[in-house]
Each structure stands twice: as structure tokens, then as C-alpha cells.
């Protein structure tokens, strides 16, 4: 194997990786994703190099010296990283510069003409700027966008249940017009669901483009076991705590839980602005734990001996990381029936019928708090979905 690889790398193509976000200022699933593309690819022998953003401080473009088998990263000063603190009317102004960001796309230019690339997989593009895809096709590299969220429909990137009208007001009709024809139609473009792609079909995004509905990658989790559920139930939650995210919705069902199954037990990991009100909520439960943000290792130690994961998301989610995570460790999901959730938990190709976890009705605590339950008593049941995971993985 090694050989193959060593003979591969000799012939290797260099390619750009684009995201608005990377480490150490990763937050989402799309900088994990990122991530994992751009390890797949050093592997398979191709030389990988990142172009991302940082928040304002030193010099607007680095490549800092790491280790040897890190790629090299240029990052950008952007406001992006903190744009959420920032107010309500300069955040409107910043949206315009960021969609015709002519500095970045100079900027963009000469770093993959100096890197002699053969080819781009752009992702999250806001804070890098909108004019990267012209940048792009007047190199007439290959490229393959990658689209993670409504980015490109509406500026917060969020759809919120219940308010899925706000995509379709006159101010969100312009932006995705906007955007659409900035962006063109890109050889590649892979949606992650097709719930996702639709959205964008809607909008008359890429229309010229080669459309393909492909999950998300996600690093193979060898060490896993078959798990032994103890007699303490444990619940994991793992990500940001935003308000989006349904923390406050989670906590409710899982008090309901903990009535009827006082061994229960759950774990928040993350942080993020609604933390404090999180804790507050949870009052002196002591069932109830925060450890804070987990980096890879203690995650993945949280995925293979915990007994289910949660996601209580209030917003449409295109293909979540974490559940793909929780797949891979053979780790049964319990999820917001919203977006692209249903088509990762639903029945695994070449296995008809059988589902990688539950879904429940969004916003409803008292369902979420019913399947909870009945998760606790169906453990022969948990242990056939978490199969049905890691076959999807």
C-alpha cells in the first residue's frame, strides 16, 4: 500500500482547497469536511495547499511553516470570523463588499498562479469573497465547488423551521440572484443531499453545471467495538451551542426523560454563545454534563462509549458531520427530522428497510422525549441501527 501511495505522490496533481474557515478558527461541519478532503488527498499523492481566513491581526497573507505533512495554508485578515458581533447594518454593507471583494480576487489569482495548480474544490466562500469562482475560470483551472449550506440563498446561511419563508423575501430574492449569476456554473458541483440541491435548483443556481447528490466524507473510525450499553443511559450532544442547534429543546426532553429513567444521563460538548443559557436551563441537574470543547481525540473517545447521539437542530441541516462521526463509531442518532437528515438516517442503499437512527418531529420536546425513551428501551434495536451507521459510513 505504501508503495502504490509513494508511487502516486511522484505523480500527483497539486490541488487549491477553498473554505471561508480552517484551523485553528474552525467552528462547523464544512471546516471538518474540508479537512478530511484535503487528508484524502495527501494520501491518495496529490499536494494539497488551503486558501482560508483568519480574523484580523498580522500580516493579510501568510503560509506559516507546521508540521512537515501539513499543507500549506494562506489566510486572509476577514471580519467574517466575528461577523456575528458585529451590528445589524454594517453586517448588510459587509454581504455587498463580500459578493464583490475585488482585493481577494487579485489576491486569489496570484496565489494559484504562483502554486501551479491543476485544479480548485471550493467550499464556503463568504469572507473570502464571491468573485473567487470568476478568479478561478480566468485561470480556466479545473474546479469542483462543494456546497455546504443556503450560503449562496440567503446571507445568515440558516434556514429556521417555521421561518421558511425568509428565503423567498425581496431582499433574499436579490442576493441569490446576485450570487447566482456571480457564480455561474462551475464544471462540478456536489450537494451533499438533495434536499440541498433542490433548494438551489429552486433558485436557478448551476444550471449548466454537472450536479452530483454525494454525503459528505468521513475519516473511518477503525477502533470501534460493538458497544456495551451500561445501566447509565449516556445522551451525547456534540457541536455548537448556538440557539439554532435546539440545546434549550434538548435539555426539556431529556428532564422529561430522566422522570421515567433516572439512570439517564447527558453530555453536552461545544461551546458557543448560548452556553451560559444552556447551563442556566439545566440548573443543578447533576445528570446533566458540559465538558466544554472537545478536540478530535476526546470527541471521538465521546462517540465510541456514549449510547446515542442527539441533534435537536431547529434549523435545516444539509448532510451534518457529526452524524456522519456518529456513524462511522457505530453510534445510533436520534435527529430533527429537518433537510437532508432524513436522507442519512433513512434505509442505506443495499439495505432496504433498515435506518441508521430516529427521527422526530421538529420543535415537539415531548416527541423528542419519546423517542429518547424509547431508545433506553430498545437496546436490541440500537444495536441493528448503529449497524445500519456504520454501513452507511
Known amino acids: 500500500m505504501e508503495n502504490r501511495l509513494s508511487a502516486r505522490g511522484a505523480s500527483g496533481g497539486k490541488i487549491c482547497l477553498i473554505n471561508n474557515l480552517y484551523k485553528p478558527f474552525n467552528r462547523g461541519g464544512a471546516e471538518k469536511i474540508t479537512e478530511t478532503i484535503a487528508r484524502g488527498l495527501e494520501a491518495a499523492g496529490h499536494q494539497v495547499f488551503i486558501i482560508t481566513t483568519r480574523p484580523y491581526g498580522g500580516k493579510s497573507l501568510t503560509a506559516p511553516s507546521g508540521p512537515k505533512d501539513e499543507p500549506r495554508i494562506y489566510y486572509f485578515n476577514s471580519l467574517y470570523y466575528n461577523l456575528g458581533k458585529l451590528p445589524k447594518l454594517f453586517r448588510f454593507f459587509w454581504h455587498i463588499w463580500n459578493m464583490f471583494n475585488l482585493p481577494s480576487y487579485f489576491k486569489i489569482k496570484r496565489i494559484l498562479k504562483k502554486e501551479k495548480c491543476q485544479a480548485v474544490i471550493s467550499n464556503n466562500l463568504m469572507g473570502i469573497g464571491y468573485l473567487t469562482d470568476l478568479a478561478i475560470r480566468k485561470l480556466k483551472l479545473k474546479q469542483i465547488h462543494i456546497v455546504h449550506d443556503i450560503q449562496l440563498i440567503h446571507p445568515s446561511g440558516l434556514l429556521l423551521f417555521g421561518q421558511e419563508n425568509t428565503i423567498n423575501d425581496q431582499w433574499s430574492r436579490n442576493y441569490a440572484g446576485i450570487c447566482s449569476r456571480l457564480f455561474a456554473s462551475p464544471k462540478i458541483v456536489i450537494f451533499p443531499s438533495r434536499w440541498l440541491m433542490n433548494r438551489y435548483l429552486d433558485k436557478i ?189
Open 205 to 393: 443556481f448551476f444550471i449548466k453545471s454537472k450536479r452530483i447528490v454525494l454525503a459528505n466524507p468521513v475519516a473511518s473510525n477503525e477502533a470501534v467495538v460493538p458497544k456495551k450499553i451500561e445501566a447509565n443511559f449516556k445522551f451525547l450532544y456534540l457541536g455548537q451551542i448556538e440557539e439554532h442547534k435546539g440545546l434549550s429543546l434538548l435539555i426539556q426532553a431529556f428532564k422529561k426523560v430522566k422522570e421515567k429513567f433516572p439512570q439517564a444521563e447527558l453530555v453536552i460538548a461545544g461551546q458557543g454563545s448560548a452556553l451560559e443559557r444552556s447551563r442556566l436551563e439545566a440548573g443543578q441537574n447533576e445528570s446533566i454534563k458540559f465538558l466544554g470543547r472537545q478536540n478530535e481525540t476526546e470527541a471521538n473517545s465521546l462517540l465510541n462509549t456514549c449510547a446515542c447521539l442527539v441533534l435537536p437542530t431547529l434549523c435545516y441541516e444539509n448532510c451534518p458531520a457529526v452524524i456522519l462521526e456518529a456513524f462511522s463509531a457505530g453510534l445510533p442518532v436520534i435527529a430533527a427530522d429537518l433537510g437532508g437528515i432524513s436522507e442519512l438516517i433513512g434505509p442505506p442503499a443495499g439495505a432496504a428497510g433498515e435506518t441508521a437512527g430516529i427521527l422526530f418531529r421538529p420543535g415537539n420536546a415531548a416527541d423528542l422525549a419519546d423517542k429518547m425513551a424509547r431508545a433506553m428501551e430498545n437496546k436490541n434495536a440500537l444495536a441493528e441501527m448503529a449497524k445500519a451507521g456504520r454501513y452507511k459510513a
